[in-house]
């Protein structure tokens, strides 16, 4: 037996290619059989044996402790036991061994686990992913809670109403959260606005897309701040103060900063960091606006504040070109303030802390504008400003506007046609059919001037 | 510079509070698109993760329903975002009950 095993061994050795996998499982075959042959041999012995001891010993019964199931061995143990005809249906090759036929089953799962590195890759991604959500997620809380908190004392001395969650009775006031990385503050119940609207817009810090794209184009946190002022409150200007980035992208996005100022001015005459740019319908408006108060505060804070917008004709962002607008979009008096959150490099708290002199700018604003009237050729030149904008808008979609009427008119037809049709008496149908008749023949009857000659 | 402005001590105006409606997003910023263009993603990958039987796609898939899960917004119905978690989860499962090959990186050549 030991020369078959040396060999063996010695074989794999030769073999030693990328199928050694498999030659592993030859071997064991080949092994398997040799232990099945040594078992043959050995339990015909041992039923040798259980004879020769059954003859000596008829009175004791021994009980062969080797293994109690030998005698499952043997055939004649079972009545009606046809070896033969059991043995025939194993098919035979030519050389008489039964030709055994291995069934394809797939490698099963648990053959080797190193060969998954790339799905143990892809759940540790995942893993991360889910850190860094709930990280991102409660970092994000932390700083919306520590600016309300900061600005909490001053929005109550202003507001009657902070915090509206939208249901009747307003049962949680606060903030209200709109998404992992904005939240929104609803104030209401002032002089002079009808509300404010505090967006925080924070980094998306829960997205570890969103982090790792952070690094590219870095951004920060903002603080959206639009105050809805009333109707009386507010003369009728526009007015945009930016930073040179955001000015560009506020003039060819927003639709009323585009029409009434599509350029941008330089901001060094009225002692203003140059990396502002200011867009104005009328220039009179900027210097009475831009009085010595609010310069201090924009000097002092140039890199928080990111724009500062008054509007009379503010309604959002440019509508994509669809041509069925056949009416301006409704106009909202407002005053937009964007501030950068400046969390890097300091803990949240102080950074918030440095906030508050900016939310008292915003109200310092509100009482400014609500004061502020414009002089009577600028007020002119406003409205003059208004009026060409409605009739270029009238102009441009007055086609689309007499179509929509003709198709209106067709649709109005079109029905009584089909009440005239669905009457069940007749003649209410003639009449009306010859009303339709004469009606026709007018339209086609040639144009003729009727001359009225007097009777002499 | 207490912000209560010339004459008036106090701005507060309880009887003139409006109730906050939810404006349509005239702030200014369109609103991000990066949930549903990852939810759209998320299907496509799915999709041809089962049909192919390719299973990087079905992985992708798992990540990008993953990712438009975090950026969903509050009035975002959950329906969409938990349909599509459970079409990339059983579009992984599947590929792998198909047949348990270890995956193949999606530049190997091999269709497994």
């Known amino acids: 037996g030991t020369q078959i095993w040396a060999s063996s061994f010695y074989k794999e050795d030769l073999e030693d290619n990328e199928f050694a996998e498999f030659e592993d499982f030859e071997d064991e075959e080949r092994d398997y059989q040799q232990v099945q042959a040594q078992n043959g041999r050995k339990t015909e012995k041992v039923q040798e044996v259980n004879e020769e001891q059954d003859g000596e010993e008829d009175d004791a019964i021994v009980e062969d402790d080797e293994s109690e199931f030998d005698h499952f061995q043997d055939e004649e143990e079972f009545e009606g036991f046809d070896g033969e005809r059991v043995g025939s249906s194993v098919r035979m090759d030519e050389r008489g061994a039964p030709e055994i036929t291995i069934t394809k089953v797939p490698l099963h799962f648990r053959t080797d686990w190193d060969s998954f590195y790339l799905e143990i890759l892809m759940v540790a991604g995942l893993v991360v992913y889910a850190l860094n959500f709930f990280a991102g997620k409660s970092k994000n809380r932390k700083v919306a809670n520590a600016w309300f908190t900061s600005h909490r004392s001053l929005l109550e001395e202003n507001f009657s109403l902070i915090g509206d969650d939208g249901t009747k009775d307003n049962e949680n006031p606060g903030l209200s959260k709109d998404s992992e990385s904005v939240y929104t503050l609803w104030c209401s119940g002032r002089t002079c606005c009808e509300g404010m609207l505090v967006e925080l817009k924070l980094l998306k810090r829960q997205d570890l897309v969103s982090v790792m794209a952070q690094f590219i184009r870095p951004s920060s946190d903002q603080v959206h701040i639009k105050v809805d002022m009333n109707k009386e409150d507010m003369d009728s200007f526009v007015f945009c103060l930016a930073t040179k980035r955001s000015a560009l992208r506020l003039s060819k996005d927003m639709a009323d900063l585009s029409i009434y100022c599509p350029e941008r001015r330089s901001v060094e005459k009225y002692g203003l960091p140059s990396n502002f740019s200011l867009l104005c319908e009328i220039v009179e408006v900027a210097a009475s606006l831009l009085d010595s108060r609010i310069v201090t505060i924009i000097n002092k804070y140039a890199d928080i504040i990111e724009y500062i917008h008054f509007s009379d004709q503010f309604s959002g962002p440019k509508q994509s070109e669809d041509f069925n607008v056949t009416k301006l979009p409704d106009t909202k008096k407002v005053l937009i303030f964007a501030f950068n959150i400046p969390v890097k490099g300091k803990a949240i708290h102080e950074a918030v802390i440095q906030m508050r002199p900016l939310l008292q700018f915003v109200f310092y604003c509100m009482d400014k504008v609500k004061r502020f009237k414009l002089s009577k050729e600028a007020k002119n030149k406003a409205e003059k400003n208004r009026l060409r904008v409605e009739e270029a808008f009238l102009k441009t979609t007055h086609f689309v506007r007499a179509e929509a009427a003709a198709a209106r008119r067709e649709e109005k037809k079109r029905q009584e046609k089909e009440r005239i049709l669905l009457e069940d008496d007749p003649d209410k149908q003639k009449k009306w059919e010859d009303r339709e008749m004469k009606r026709q023949m007018k339209k086609k009857a040639p144009k003729m001037k009727q001359l009225k000659v007097k009777a002499l | ?112």
Not at chain 2, 55 to 83: E, G, H, M, P
Not at chain 2, 86 to 105: G, R
């Open chain 2, 1 to 112: 510079m207490h912000g209560t402005g010339t004459g008036s001590s106090d701005p507060r105006r309880p009887d003139k509070e409006h109730r906050y409606k939810s404006s349509p997003n005239t702030q200014g910023a369109p609103d991000d698109l990066i949930p549903d263009y990852m939810n759209i993603l998320g299907m496509i990958f799915s999709m041809c993760g089962l049909m192919m039987r390719l299973k990087w796609c079905a992985w992708v898939s798992l990540y990008c329903s993953f990712i438009s899960f975090a950026n969903s917004r509050a009035n975002d119905d959950t329906k969409q975002i938990l349909s599509s978690f459970m079409l990339s989860i059983s579009a992984v499962v599947m590929s792998y009950l198909q047949n348990p090959q270890p995956m193949s990186p999606p530049w190997s050549p091999v269709f497994v």
